[in-house]
């Protein structure tokens, strides 16, 4: 008898419980698309697993309809890379925030990175904490009020972009919440990347952090203020009337005005290449920020690299070809043993 394909829909993907957030919070948006998404990458709905810690964007193992952990603060990488290695099929995405992700996770975080996993990473930043009502995060800007900051933050931020390249990552991308096709696109292409896919999602915080990145969300000003990438395409930006390009000289990325019809190329505007070797071109792109460049979204980087979970099922493969099964008891009993009495 032939077997019957489901064809699955966002709908399937939606849990029955009721979404938690704040009215108007950007992570309504970020659900509702990776929902859309997780139809069309040909994956049973058993075989993914959502991982999160703590913090709003956390809760977002709920309301998928599938596996899923909520672990503790900061180590969702930890528990991810431990599912991810017992059972490499898995198709593991960790959830986490701007603190969760980057304060106590940080160290976790770094490690799943530098490894190469084959798993998504979905780093929402708001750059502030939600949760725990208000206080600075991480990335929050130098001079932030807060309720943990009343005369302004003092800490110098963590760029996301930075860290990830730093930190390894063969994939990394950034987006924005209310950018739906843009959003959508990040996320396909992040799976279907064979190792680490690292992804930061500008998202707001109506509460705590209203209209932080209101200039890369409003149609009207993001064509000016966001540099949108596109491999082998110059980095051009703003209305076909006030066109301006980037131009990179000694890793220095610069602003470039560009006269009605003028060759961008000619003008020395660098032309976008996601897989360089070396991540320094991409580290020139991450340095970019407003208000004196346009803040760039899409994939800043994505190279190929054997992930972790595959050298290590070599590896196991290895030593049972060379040294057989093996036995637990015995390993055991190989050397000095004491036996403990009651």
Same mark, same amino acid.
């Given at each position: 008898?032939?077997? %019957?394909? !489901?064809?699955?829909?966002?709908? @399937? ?52 309809? %599938?596996? +899923? ?17 017992? &059972?490499?099929? $898995?198709? !593991?995405?960790? =959830?986490?925030? @701007? ?9 976790? $975080?770094?490690?799943?990175?530098? /490894? ?13 904490? +939600? ?33 990830? *390249? +730093? #930190?390894?990552?063969?994939? =990394?991308?950034?987006? !924005? ?9 990040? *996320? ?20 705590? &952090? ?40 000694? +890793? =220095?990325? #610069?602003? !470039?005005?560009? #006269? ?14 996601? /897989? ?13 920020? /407003? ?9 800043? /980087? ?13 590896? =196991? %493969? ?18 000095? %043993? ?5």
């Amino acid at each position: 008898m032939a077997e %019957t394909t !489901v064809t699955l829909t966002h709908k @399937d993907f939606a849990s029955d419980q009721d979404i938690r957030w704040c009215p108007g919070c950007g992570d309504y948006s970020i659900l509702t698309n990776v929902q859309r998404v997780m139809p069309d990458l040909g994956v049973p709905r058993e075989n993914f697993v959502f991982v999160s810690g703590i913090g709003c964007s956390s809760r977002f193992p709920y309301y998928m309809n %599938t596996y +899923g952990f909520h672990t503790i603060h900061g180590r969702a990488p930890a528990f991810a890379t431990g599912i991810k290695c017992a &059972n490499p099929d $898995l198709s !593991v995405w960790i =959830v986490t925030g @701007d603190g969760d992700g980057l304060s106590i996770g940080g160290n976790h $975080l770094l490690h799943t990175i530098r /490894r190469n996993l084959d798993l998504q990473i979905l780093l929402f930043n708001n750059r502030v904490y +939600g949760l725990t009502k208000g206080q600075y995060s991480p990335t929050s800007r130098v001079g932030m009020t807060t309720k943990s900051t009343p005369d302004g933050s003092i800490d110098y931020p963590v760029d996301p972009i930075a860290f990830a *390249l +730093g #930190s390894g990552a063969t994939f =990394v991308a950034r987006t !924005v919440d209310v950018d739906a096709p843009h959003l959508q696109q990040i *996320l396909r292409r992040a799976y279907a990347h064979k190792g680490t896919s690292f992804i930061e999602i500008l998202q707001n915080c109506p509460v705590y &952090n209203d209209n932080e990145f209101i200039e890369v969300e409003d149609r009207k000003q993001r064509v000016n203020a966001s540099l949108k990438l596109q491999d082998g395409e110059p980095l051009v930006f703003g209305p076909e009337s006030d066109r301006k390009g980037i131009r990179i000289e000694d +890793g =220095v990325p #610069s602003v !470039v005005q560009l #006269s009605n019809g003028q060759d961008p190329i000619e003008a020395g505007v660098a032309i976008h290449n996601e /897989r360089h070797d070396t991540p320094a071109y991409a580290f020139a792109l991450a340095s970019l920020t /407003r208000p004196n460049f346009p803040v760039p979204v899409g994939v800043f /980087r994505a190279v190929d690299k054997p992930s972790y979970e595959t050298m290590l099922a070599a590896q =196991v %493969t290895h030593a049972i070809a060379h040294k057989g099964e093996g036995d637990l008891q015995a390993l055991l009993e190989s050397s000095e %043993t004491w036996i403990v009495e009651a």
